[in-house]
């Protein structure tokens, strides 16, 4: 596979704390590891796409169920549409926003979700973020996809960084670029002041986790 230079940078400034419904669940069932999320947790995460894509890691090969939350005030939050069960592979997985859901709307926050079942107990992963508006960001032509994921991880705009970095990965793998934004993803999933110490726990350990999918990214 061909190497590109790793520069993107990903270090949010706006790291507008999420409302507490995305901290991860686990079970002593398996391992919480089992299932990563590829995007903010700790605090709103951003794009400007009206239909993401959405990306996670899988320790294991199973079904995840994928849901899809608007909020409708400021800790609450309405399911949009129906479960999806979508099939999975080993290492990195994507999602584009399904076109049986409705096109997400400007300025509206959302939070999606991923879960699986594992000896009778359930692993779930939340995450949120913001669809802002594209024309607030100052226009650019790229002439490589290197240079596209830098543009979007200095605008803070998660997804779409994370979406064009594995357009130049292998199957599965997160490439250089990818694993250089999980790694500054790593960085930035930093505990809050108001985290209780079983929360700062949970965080560190996903940090590290993080830390550990990012060393992946070299092909087996």
Known sequence: ?????AFAEFKPRDRKP???????????????NALTQLAPQTFIGKTASTRPIFVWYMLISQNVQFRLFEFDSAKSVKQIGKVQEIPT??????????????ELIVGKTYLWQIAINCNNNT?????EFTVINSQSLPQKKFTSIPESVNYYAVNELWYEALAAALKVSDHGKLGPLGAQLVKELAESEMPMNSDSEINRKNIQQRIEYLEKIASEKTEN
């Open 1 to 5: 596979m061909t190497t590109f230079p």
């Open 18 to 32: 999420a409302s507490g419904n995305s901290r991860a669940g686990g079970s002593r069932g398996c391992s919480n």
């Open 89 to 102: 592979i080993v290492g990195i997985n994507q999602l584009k926003l399904p076109l049986n859901y409705s």
């Open 123 to 127: 692993i779930i992963n939340h995450a």
